[in-house]
């Protein structure tokens, strides 16, 4: 059976300046590894986002985001940026309860809430989702590998 990994973005893939994404100034910018914002506010992926995007990839895991940012556009705009997006196959970025989106996965994945492992910085979405069946885990200070390794090890 498949499993699905889903991420969060902000305060969970990125840090947007030590705000949300939709608290930035764009037009957005690729400065290195980083983005900047027209105010020169710098948005950053956290460390080891790409090497587990790439892991996971390598295991044909397959991923999807979770976000309920109130400026989808300027969240997807980040995503092409960093070149990221290409590693989703499902992108639920809307504002909403993350129930709707969860909804939404399952729907178009079909695959079952207790497969699925999501990934968030704010309590309230752990619980809402948790609630659904899905393995939900509270992330700070941005994702990490054993974090990602802990959680799909305790699917199976
Ligand atoms: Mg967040």
Redesign the pocket.
Known sequence: MDKLVVF?????LWDAGGT?CDCTNPPYKRVNNHVVDSYGSQIVLYPEVRSILEDLTSENIIMALA??TSAPSWARQLLDLFEIEDFFAYQEIYPSSKIAHFNQLKKDSGIPFNKMVFF???MR?IQEVGSLGVHAVY?RDGINTSIVKKAIASLK
């Not at 969060?8 to 969970?12: N, V």
């Open positions: 969060d973005l902000d305060f969970t949300w976000s309920r968030d910085d704010e979405n992330v």
